[in-house]
């Protein structure tokens, strides 16, 4: 077991956002979320620490709430990524196992390099170990210099790299395995001679070969995982990988796709074989989709949306925090949030839960049994039950529950004025 420091303090300049970098979203979850929980599902790490610093108050309150398990260290100021990881000098005094230090800005980063990683580095049993990928245009990043042996000499920063060193296309990833027992005495020594006046940690590198320390460097494989977001360009082009991968593996596992191009799936949703997705559909959140299910065109999952098999949602629905049991169809034009939709349920064009009372701001449930019928164009005013079987006629405003197998209608008869027209003009 290890334990980990993510650092998450920078002020992201070049977001030029109000909202710390690290709480960027894509498919509404941050980019801190992402890292946090590649670490977790590594189940390797014991303890992690996050360094907090710009707008510190609104990153740890997003932490207590989201991920309370986690300890932030304040950072202030920041004064670079070396200075930002020794603030956990305090904390860790007399441990001497092995730290992962992540960048918190690496949203694509994946549980299973990060094993990869610290297996390589626990198994080399050198003291310190970075990672590293090839960039064919390496622009900002850190180069990885090595020696004529190929072993790891520094690294240098881009401001601070000679015309020969930036021609280097290995570069720094922004991840870390360390002794720290060893590797600690580093932090003390770094210094801020370089071109942005910063604590590197990427400094320690040099100081653990001039200390007769072992370091190594780890290539990872897919190098798109260690993609640093640092403006809103970046953020969009980091949506758009995730969402391809995410694609490619329901692919993969069977699922239809029907236009990669204009669909978007978070990596939180689950889909079973043989289900068809029509272009153009925004599935967000955490869902579980079943077999042979159509979804779309146009459709929008919002999240805690859980589908049995056989289930459409089709053109124009949103849904929300609503579980559809087996064989039921929402076709068209319609919103269902905080429902419980039982199997063989038709939902008629146009229905809507309403679930949300503004003067109240209460959000309440509708609850609709097997085999019952909407009519198009319906509200069901919640908290509402319609019990098995029950049929609501076309344009109902339902208000009461609804027993099983009845009746519900509410609009005016129709009357036909015979001649009006012709009377009228
Ligand atoms: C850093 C590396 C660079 C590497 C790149 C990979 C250093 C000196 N450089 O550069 O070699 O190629 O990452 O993406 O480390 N942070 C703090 N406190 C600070 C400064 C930064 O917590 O005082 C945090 C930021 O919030 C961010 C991370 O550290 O999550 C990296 O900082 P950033 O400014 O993005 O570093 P880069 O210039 O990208
Ligand atoms: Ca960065």
């Given amino acids: 077991m290890l334990k980990s420091i993510i650092m998450a303090a920078g002020k992201g300049t070049r977001m030029k956002s109000d909202t710390p970098k690290v709480l960027h979203t894509i498919f509404d979850k941050t980019l801190l979320g992402y890292v946090l929980d590649a670490v977790e599902g590594t189940g390797l790490v014991e303890e992690q620490f996050v360094i907090v610093g710009h707008q510190s108050e609104r990153v740890e309150e997003y932490l207590k709430v989201n991920y309370p398990e986690t300890k932030t260290v304040l950072q202030s100021p920041q004064l670079g990524t070396g200075h930002a990881v020794s603030m956990v000098l305090p904390y860790l005094n007399s441990y001497t196992g092995s730290v992962l230090i992540l960048n918190g800005d690496i949203p694509l980063i994946t549980s299973d390099s990060l094993k990869e990683f610290i297996r390589f580095h626990s198994e080399s049993g050198d003291d310190l170990t970075i990672m590293s990928a090839i960039f064919d245009n390496p622009a900002n990043l850190g180069r990885v210099i090595r020696k004529s042996d190929g072993s790891l000499d520094s690294i240098v920063e ?167 049991k087996s064989h039921t169809n929402a076709c068209h034009l319609t919103y269902l949030g905080d429902s419980e939709i039982g199997s063989n349920v038709n939902i008629g064009a146009g229905t809507i839960t309403a679930n949300y009372n503004p003067l109240t701001k209460i959000k309440s449930k509708t609850i609709i049994k097997d085999n019952a019928k909407i009519g198009s164009n319906s509200v069901l005013v919640a908290p509402v039950t319609i019990e098995e079987g029950a049929n609501v006629g076309a344009v109902g405003v339902i208000t009461k529950n609804v027993p099983a197998w009845a009746l519900a209608i509410t609009r005016a008869p129709l009357r036909v004025l015979s001649n009006w027209v012709k009377k009228n003009c």
């Fill in 158 to 324: 881009a401001k601070d790299a000679t015309e020969e060193q930036i021609s280097i296309k290995e570069i720094n990833a922004g991840a870390y395995c360390l002794n720290w027992g060893k590797i600690k005495q580093a932090f003390s020594n770094l210094k801020t001679n370089n071109a942005q006046g910063e604590y590197y940690l990427t400094d320690i590198v040099k100081w653990a070969n001039e200390n007769g320390l072992k370091s190594n460097i780890y290539t990872i494989k897919d190098k798109k995982e260690i993609f640093g977001i640092n403006s809103k360009v970046e953020l969009a082009e980091a949506s758009k990988y995730m969402n391809e991968r995410t694609i490619r593996k329901h692919l993969e596992n069977g699922v239809q796709i029907i236009d990669p191009s204009t669909t978007w799936i978070s990596p939180e949703t689950e889909i079973e074989h043989d289900t068809v997705i029509y272009p153009s559909c925004y599935i967000n959140g955490k869902n579980k989709i079943g077999a042979h299910c159509k979804i779309g065109p146009f459709a929008h999952l919002r999240g805690d949306v859980v589908l049995e098999d056989y289930v459409k949602i089709g053109n124009f629905v949103e849904v929300k925090k609503t579980t559809i």
